[in-house]
């Protein structure tokens, strides 16, 4: 299997979203000075244009339009282990119905794929983190899960920014904290971009997202609410 560059993957992402919505001369500018990064670069130099980039972002562009740009470069929860929640969707019509799929898909990946214990898993279900999230009225309230190899360390940890340097599933992010460099919080709209795919894809209708804690905010966790049409 050939590796794939997280950082060029991501800076295509990134370009070519800017490029849909705010055409090609916005794309340049916020873009200039990626030449040349990509995961083997130094980590400082990528933490570093992600702050400039992210400035030159909320300089340059609009609230909604950022909200779109960021949200298309997120990473995707897989189309087709969403197919079963789709199906049965469109026979329902039941959004409590999806949830409880998702829960279930969620509840696996922790028993079977992380393998963690009866107990972790139970607090990770009462925090209300995961894929599903819950439902207030018409609206889903999603907490992304520390990064997976990191769950058991941040579990234990007690100092708070060393919670949210390791929280992060982003890479760029967590270096910045190591860095003790400050990213905008815009940037979080491109993980709550990986809830929206996920109900999209199963509404097979457009939703919007709101950015509600994030680590980059000093929080402890990032939480999402997904806006049901």
């Known amino acids: 299997m050939i590796a794939v560059d997280f950082e ?6 990134f370009a070519s979203c800017l490029y849909m919505v705010a ?5 340049d500018e916020i873009m200039a000075g990626c030449e040349g990064l990509s995961d ?3 980590r400082e130099a990528i933490v570093e244009w992600t702050k400039k980039a992210m400035v030159r972002l909320e300089e340059r562009v609009g609230e909604n339009d950022r909200i779109e740009i960021m949200t298309g470069c997120s990473c995707q929860y897989p189309k087709a282990d969403l197919e079963d929640v789709r199906l049965k969707y469109e026979e329902t019509e039941d959004v409590d119905v999806v949830l409880d799929m998702l829960q279930n898909k969620f509840l696996s990946f922790l028993e079977n794929d992380l393998n963690l214990d009866a107990e972790l898993v139970s607090d990770i279900v009462e925090r209300g983190w995961g894929l599903a999230g819950r439902r207030e009225g018409r609206k889903i309230i999603a907490t992304k899960i520390p990064k997976s190899a990191y769950i058991l360390q941040y579990m234990k940890e007690s100092d ?6 390791i929280y992060c599933h982003c890479p760029r992010i967590r270096d910045s904290f190591k860095s003790d460099v400050s990213i905008s919080p815009a940037y979080c709209y491109c993980g709550a971009g990986y809830y929206k795919g996920i109900w999209e894809e199963i509404l097979q209708r457009p939703v919007k997202v709101e ?10 966790v990032c939480k999402v609410a997904v806006h049901l049409p």
């Not at 055409?23 to 794309?27: I, Q, S």
């Not at 708070?160 to 340097?165: E, G, S, T």
């Open 23 to 27: 055409g090609a001369e916005m794309r």
């Open 40 to 42: 083997d670069a130094g």
């Open 160 to 165: 708070p920014v060393k919670k949210r340097a």
């Open 8 to 13: 060029k993957s991501w800076l295509e992402k």
């Open 211 to 220: 950015l509600l804690e994030s680590v980059l905010k000093g929080d402890d």
